[in-house]
C-alpha cells in the first residue's frame, strides 16, 4: 500500500486541508463542514500537529461568526472585505451569481483550497488585517448566497463593494465617501 495510490489521495487532500485550516485557527465545525472529517479526527490532528511546541495555535470555541453588521462597521473593515472578495471572486471561490441552492455545495475540498490561498494572499497584502479566517468563510458562503450580502460597485467609481442586500447607506467606497480636500 502506497500512500500516492488514488484511493488515499482524497483522504490525504482533505488532512492537509484541514491542517491548513487549524493554521488559520478555524473552528472544528468549520473544518468538518469543509473537509468532511470526524470532531475526532480533527482534535487528534490538533493534538498531533499544533498543540504544542513552535506550531501551537489556539482554539477558538463557540458558534462561528453569523453577523453580516462586522463587514459594515467601519470604512476600514469595509475596504478590507471588498479586497477580500474580490480575491474570493478571481480564485472562483464564490460563485458569478448567488444562489442558495449553490451555497449548499460550497464547502468542498478543491474550493477549500482555494479558500485558504485567498485568505493567504489578503493576508500578505494587509498585514494588520482585522478580517479572521472565520469570518472570511462566513463571507464566502454569505456572498455565495446572496441573501445578505452581495457584491456591487461604487456609484461614482465603479469600484468593487460588499453590501447589504438593502442597504441603508449610498453604495459609495471610502475614497468616494471621503473625498481629500485640497488645501
Given at each position: 500500500?502506497?500512500?500516492?495510490?488514488?484511493?488515499?489521495?482524497?483522504?490525504?487532500?482533505?488532512?492537509?486541508?484541514?491542517?491548513?485550516?487549524?493554521?488559520?485557527?478555524?473552528?472544528?465545525?468549520?473544518?468538518?463542514?469543509?473537509?468532511?472529517?470526524?470532531?475526532?479526527?480533527?482534535?487528534?490532528?490538533?493534538?498531533?500537529?499544533?498543540?504544542?511546541?513552535?506550531?501551537?495555535?489556539?482554539?477558538?470555541?463557540?458558534?462561528?461568526?453569523?453577523?453580516?453588521?462586522?463587514?459594515?462597521?467601519?470604512?476600514?473593515?469595509?475596504?478590507?472585505?471588498?479586497?477580500?472578495?474580490?480575491?474570493?471572486?478571481?480564485?472562483?471561490?464564490?460563485?458569478?451569481?448567488?444562489?442558495?441552492?449553490?451555497?449548499?455545495?460550497?464547502?468542498?475540498?478543491?474550493?477549500?483550497?482555494?479558500?485558504?490561498?485567498?485568505?493567504?494572499?489578503y493576508q500578505a497584502t494587509i498585514p494588520s488585517s482585522q478580517i479572521s479566517f472565520e469570518h472570511t468563510v462566513f463571507l464566502a458562503v454569505a456572498l455565495a448566497r446572496g441573501?445578505?450580502?452581495?457584491?456591487?460597485?461604487?456609484?461614482?467609481?465603479?469600484?468593487?463593494?460588499?453590501?447589504?442586500?438593502?442597504?441603508?447607506?449610498?453604495?459609495?467606497?471610502?475614497?468616494?465617501?471621503?473625498?481629500?480636500?485640497?488645501?
Amino acid at each position: 500500500m502506497r500512500i500516492s495510490d488514488d484511493r488515499y489521495s482524497r483522504e490525504r487532500l482533505c488532512l492537509d486541508l484541514a491542517l491548513r485550516f487549524l493554521r488559520h485557527e478555524a473552528r472544528t465545525q468549520t473544518i468538518r463542514t469543509w473537509t468532511g472529517l470526524t470532531d475526532d479526527r480533527i482534535r487528534n490532528l490538533y493534538r498531533s500537529y499544533m498543540s504544542r511546541g513552535a506550531h501551537f495555535v489556539p482554539r477558538h470555541r463557540g458558534k462561528s461568526p453569523h453577523q453580516v453588521a462586522y463587514f459594515t462597521r467601519s470604512l476600514r473593515v469595509q475596504w478590507e472585505t471588498a479586497q477580500l472578495a474580490s480575491l474570493l471572486s478571481l480564485l472562483a471561490v464564490v460563485p458569478a451569481q448567488p444562489s442558495l441552492e449553490l451555497a449548499g455545495s460550497l464547502p468542498t475540498v478543491a474550493r477549500g483550497e482555494k479558500l485558504c490561498y485567498a485568505f493567504e494572499t489578503y493576508q500578505a497584502t494587509i498585514p494588520s488585517s482585522q478580517i479572521s479566517f472565520e469570518h472570511t468563510v462566513f463571507l464566502a458562503v454569505a456572498l455565495a448566497r446572496g441573501d445578505q450580502l452581495r457584491l456591487g460597485c461604487c456609484r461614482e467609481c465603479g469600484g468593487l463593494l460588499v453590501i447589504e442586500r438593502f442597504p441603508l447607506r449610498d453604495k459609495r467606497c471610502q475614497y468616494c465617501a471621503n473625498p481629500v480636500q485640497p488645501r
